[in-house]
T-cell receptor, first 118, second 116 residues
Framework: AQTVTQSQPEMSVQEAETVTLSCTYD???????LFWYKQPPSRQMILVIRQEAYKQQNATENRFSVNFQKAAKSFSLKISDSQLGDTAMYFCAFTNGIYGGSQGNLIFGKGTKLSVKP | DTEVTQTPKHLVMGMTNKKSLKCEQH?????MYWYKQKAKKPPELMFVYSYEKLSINESVPSRFSPECPNSSLLNLHLHALQPEDSALYLC???????????????FGPGTRLLVL
């Protein structure tokens, strides 16, 4: 069974500093996709960054970057220059895709609640 | 444009009521999803439609009835719900083709449902 584990239920960081959120996953598939989603108190689930497993290069989106270690099945999210607006629940998620074994099902970790302090 | 819209934003209903949730996207996506999210928990998949056909029903009770009238619309019909069904209901869509960015799911803002 495919699983996603986020071992840090809560984290805090000072504004302008860097923070790293951890995520590990388990799958026997060779082709899959990994995501980080952000869910602020408003509850809208917002895509932060995505990574295709077949790509060796780590994805980056402005202040957000990932450290994808395929062999270790690790997918951490680094947030640089943290801002107050980054305060949210962050979910790591996995899918094989619509035609993969999970038929599009996004498997989520339990989430990490990040607080950015002024 | 990666917008998925959902109506209503909030819904309060009694256990004998019949109501519907609506989801709409105009991104040309061919896969649409319903998720249920309880407080402080990750979303749980309920239904997947691929090319307007039900692809996955994750053993959801029959009091939830999905409908996909066309490729842009997804409804969730609610009948005889229980208080434990109170949750945030999220709709998402993805392009539905194999590989790459097409696998990315974009979420709507959700409908917060309270069953009394």
């Amino acid at each position: 069974a495919q699983t996603v584990t986020q071992s840090q239920p809560e984290m805090s960081v000072q504004e302008a500093e860097t923070v790293t959120l951890s995520c590990t996953y388990d799958t026997s598939e060779s082709n899959y996709y990994l995501f980080w989603y952000k869910q602020p108190p408003s509850r809208q689930m917002i895509l932060v960054i995505r990574q295709e497993a077949y790509k060796q290069q780590n994805a980056t989106e402005n202040r957000f970057s990932v450290n994808f270690q395929k062999a270790a099945k690790s997918f951490s999210l680094k947030i640089s220059d943290s801002q107050l607006g980054d305060t949210a629940m962050y979910f790591c998620a996995f899918t094989n895709g619509i035609y993969g074994g999970s038929q599009g099902n996004l498997i989520f970790g339990k989430g990490t609640k990040l607080s950015v302090k002024p | 444009d990666t917008e998925v819209t959902q109506t209503p934003k909030h819904l309060v209903m009694g256990m004998t009521n019949k109501k519907s949730l609506k989801c709409e996207q105009h991104m040309g996506h061919r896969a649409m999803y319903w998720y249920k999210q309880k407080a402080k928990k990750p979303p749980e998949l309920m239904f997947v439609y691929s090319y307007e056909k039900l692809s996955i029903n994750e053993s959801v009770p029959s009091r939830f009835s999905p409908e996909c009238p066309n490729s842009s619309l997804l409804n969730l019909h609610l009948h005889a719900l229980q208080p434990e069904d109170s949750a945030l209901y999220l709709c998402a869509s993805s392009q539905g083709f194999a590989s790459g960015e097409q696998e990315t799911q974009y979420f709507g803002p959700g409908t917060r449902l309270l069953v009394l």
